[in-house]
C-alpha cells in the first residue's frame, strides 16, 4: 500500500493520502470477499490513484466484490463496470458503465435548415436541447432511435449534412439526472 518503511511513525503523523493508504490496508488484511470503499482516491496524488485504481482491478480480477462510493465521476469510469446513479435513497439509472451512458444519448444533427418539419420529425424521437437554423442538440433514451431518426429526416425532405452521437461522460449523465441543484 505504499507505506513501506513508515511503521516507526505515529499515524496522527501521516498525511491524508498516507490515511487513505491506511484505511485500505486494514480492509484488505482478512482477504474479504466484499470490499466497500467509500471514496478511496479522495486526498491522493494521480500516481496515488493510479495505484488504487489497479488495486481495485486486481481485487475484481480474483474474485473480490467491490462496491465503491465516490463523487469523483471520472475516477468511476476509470475504474467501475457497473454503475447505480442514486439521488436521495433512489436509483436513477443502473447498469453497466455504457448502459448508463447510452441511456441518455445525445445526437448533434446538422441540416440545411431547420423549419418546422425537421423539428416535427425531431420531437418523434427525443427532446430538443439546443437549436439555431442548421444544428440540432437532440436528447434520446433510446440508442436505437438514431438510425429511424436519419430515415426519418431523409424522408421528409430534409437535407442532412451530418448526424453524430455523441458520447457523453458519466458526469453530464449524472447532472442530467439529477440536475443542477441535486449535485
Known amino acids: 500500500m505504499g507505506l513501506q518503511g513508515r511503521g516507526d511513525e505515529r499515524i496522527r503523523g501521516y498525511s491524508k ?8 490496508a486494514q480492509a484488505l488484511v482478512g482477504e474479504p470477499d466484499l470490499v466497500l470503499l467509500d471514496e478511496p482516491t479522495s486526498a491522493m496524488d494521480p500516481l496515488g490513484r493510479r495505484e488504487i485504481r489497479e488495486l481495485i482491478a486486481g481485487l475484481a480480477n480474483d474474485g473480490v466484490a467491490v462496491l465503491l462510493n465516490s463523487h469523483l465521476l471520472s475516477e468511476v469510469e ?14 436513477l439509472r443502473s447498469g453497466t458503465l455504457d448502459e448508463v451512458r447510452e441511456a441518455s444519448l445525445e ?6 435548415h431547420v423549419d418546422q418539419r425537421v423539428r416535427d420529425v425531431l420531437a418523434g424521437h427525443g427532446r430538443v436541447i439546443a437549436a439555431d437554423e442548421r444544428e440540432v442538440l437532440l436528447a434520446t433514451d433510446d440508442p436505437e432511435a438514431v ?3 436519419a430515415a426519418d429526416l431523409i424522408q421528409s425532405g430534409a437535407q442532412l449534412r451530418a448526424l453524430v452521437p455523441l458520447q457523453r461522460s458519466l458526469e453530464d449523465v449524472f447532472i442530467g439526472l439529477v440536475g443542477e441543484d441535486g449535485a
Open 147 to 149: 438510425p429511424r431518426l
Open 17 to 24: 493520502g498516507m490515511m487513505q493508504r491506511l484505511g485500505l
Open 107 to 112: 445526437v448533434r444533427i446538422t441540416v440545411d
Open 78 to 91: 476509470l475504474t467501475c463496470d457497473h454503475v447505480v446513479v442514486i439521488d436521495r435513497g433512489r436509483v
